[in-house]
């Protein structure tokens, strides 16, 4: 997998290139803003749980391989 | 009054503990190698310590979440066109006052060059570029008050966006000469404090954050990497050494006691350290931490140079 800079960065793009590569950055965006909204509200939901209870919450638990 | 920070408890854990961070980090290793990457992932890979990763941005509040992805917007001009004709750099160290001139101008604090070198780059990462532009942009010390709490997040996080456009509009600008630039703030292939101290901009302080002359650590950094031809500036002494051998402030206030009062060998280089075992779970739990940087005496709000005044006062001869 390419790095963010790999993805994003581009030296010397042309417009076409400039303007797929918005697209993709966009798209890259909107997956994270999904993600903060979606599997973002059960781990925090999780975490507000863990905090007033005697038990840890476990990361492998939220975040499975 | 002493102020009272969130307790070093932890309501989250790992069932099986990954890898230590300190060992990745090179702890004890007498041998010079490039630093691997561990906690903030440049996406290439899966790191070690990836749960935790996620973990601290899914709990950041929305704002500082937002505000990290609109920084990610800005920065896809971090790179672009570079004008066909290349405008001959006659004297580096006139272009050098010119472009650190720019970057005052552009929103920046203070402004360094140096040459890019190795170890200034994550493993595995290779930006062909000769130097690197620094540039420090001071927080809002009013806002970094609130240390531990979303508001100082927010301010973190405004500053990034502030220092993205400044870093942007600099490259930009350098590009529009001919010369390759590249913008680099938040992302993962430059480790920017060996950077920012190679360029005169501070020293290594105690707390493993920059410390510099005007602002202690209460600023972020960001690079500009180029093939301009640019003077360069040197390493300064501005006696933080003779502040943290003494001074304990961090070492007391930081929660989870990751902050040691003797260098240790890292990669093969002595320097102060902190301890990422303990440092990385508990800035994850507070959403950014940030408690070391705003005790430090010399981030208190223009005590800076008079600070440096009394330390090389008190040096022998």
């Known amino acids: 997998m390419d790095s963010f800079e790999e993805q994003f960065y581009l030296e010397n793009p042309t417009r076409l290139q400039a303007l797929w590569r918005d697209v993709k950055l966009l798209w890259w965006l909107a997956v994270r803003a999904l993600m903060w909204m979606s599997k973002g509200v059960l781990v925090r939901r999780a975490y507000l749980k863990a905090k007033v209870s005697d038990e840890p919450l476990l990361l492998e638990d939220q975040f499975p391989d | 009054m002493k102020k009272k920070f969130p307790s070093p408890k932890l309501p989250f854990a790992y069932r099986h503990k990954p890898v230590s961070g300190n060992t990745i980090n090179g702890l004890g290793e007498t041998t010079l190698r490039r630093a ?81 070198s190795e170890q200034a780059l994550y493993k595995g990462t290779n930006p062909q570029y000769a130097r690197a532009i620094v540039v ?69 302080g105690k707390h493993g954050s920059l410390i510099c002359k005007e602002y202690g650590s209460g600023m972020r950094i960001a690079t500009v990497l180029t093939d301009m031809p640019l003077a360069e500036d040197k390493p300064v002494d501005i006696a933080v050494d003779d502040l943290c051998v003494g001074c304990r402030r961090c070492t007391i206030d930081c929660p989870v006691d990751a902050i040691g009062d003797r260098k240790q060998t890292v990669r093969g280089v002595e320097k102060w350290y902190v301890d990422f075992d303990k440092c990385a779970p508990y800035f994850t739990h507070t959403v950014g931490c940030g408690i070391c940087i705003e005790v430090c005496p010399w981030t208190k709000p223009g005590r800076g140079p008079g600070l440096l005044e009394k330390l090389l006062s008190k040096r022998p001869g």
């Open chain 2, 36 to 116: 691997t990457q561990i906690f903030h992932s440049s996406g290439a890979r899966k790191l070690e310590w990836a749960r935790l990763e996620i973990f601290f941005a899914l709990i950041n509040p929305f704002k500082v979440y937002w505000l990290n992805l609109v920084n990610r917007w800005l920065l896809r001009n971090a790179d672009g066109p570079i004008a066909a004709v290349q405008q001959p750099v006659v004297d580096a160290r006139q272009k050098s006052q010119e472009i650190k001139a720019l970057a005052l101008e552009l929103g920046a604090g203070v402004v360094g060059i140096t040459h890019l």
């Open chain 2, 136 to 204: 420090l942009l001071p927080m809002d010390n009013e806002e970094m008050a609130y240390v531990t709490t979303n508001r100082a997040g927010a301010e973190t996080m405004r500053a990034y966006m502030e220092i993205t456009r400044t870093v942007i509009a600099l490259s930009q600008h350098i590009r529009s000469m001919g010369w390759r630039a590249r913008a680099y703030c938040e992302g993962a292939d430059l480790l920017h404090i060996p950077l920012a101290i190679e360029a005169g901009l501070g020293q290594l």
